[in-house]
C-alpha cells in the first residue's frame, strides 16, 4: 500500500487522502494483474458496452468510476481509442503482444486491434484515483 499512499496497517485513519503518486501510475500500468484486468474488463466493454463506440464509453465509464461521464471525458477517450485502435491496425503485431499478457484466455473472436484499443482505454480508467477509491 506504499505505493498508494496508504495508511500503514498500525494507524488508523478515517479518509484516505487524495494521492497522485508516480510509482502507483507506474504499477498500474505496468503490473501484469493490471494489464490482464484491463484487457479482460476491454473484451467486456466489447461484448456488453452497447452496439456503437460512443456507448461502450459511456457503459464502461459509469460501470468503474460509478458515475455519469462528462461530455469532455467521453471526447478524450473516444479519441483515445480511435488513435490506439489505428496504431493497432498499423501494428498488428504489437495488439498481439499486449493481448499475451495475463494467464486468462481471451476472446478470439473479437478482432485483435479493438480488444488492444479497448485495453487501453480500460487500463486509463483504472489508474484514475477515482476509480480506486471511492469518495
Not at 43 to 68: M, P, S
Request: some cysteine.
Amino acid at each position: 500500500m506504499m505505493l498508494f499512499d496508504g495508511a500503514e496497517r498500525n494507524v488508523c485513519v478515517a479518509k484516505r487522502q487524495i494521492t497522485s503518486s508516480p510509482l502507483q501510475a507506474l504499477a498500474l500500468l505496468n503490473d501484469e494483474q493490471q494489464v490482464e484486468c484491463a484487457r479482460l474488463l476491454g473484451e467486456r466493454l466489447l461484448r456488453e458496452g452497447g452496439l456503437d463506440l460512443d456507448a461502450r464509453i459511456e457503459w464502461v465509464f459509469e460501470l468503474v468510476a460509478g458515475r455519469k461521464i462528462f461530455r469532455g471525458e467521453k471526447e478524450v477517450l473516444l479519441r483515445l481509442y480511435q488513435d490506439q485502435h489505428e496504431a493497432f491496425l498499423r501494428d498488428p503485431a504489437a495488439s498481439q503482444d499486449v493481448l499475451k499478457i495475463g494467464q486468462a484466455g481471451g476472446d478470439d473472436a473479437l478482432p485483435a486491434s479493438d480488444r488492444a484499443a479497448a485495453l487501453v482505454i480500460a487500463q486509463a480508467l483504472l489508474n484514475c484515483d477515482e476509480s480506486l477509491m471511492r469518495r
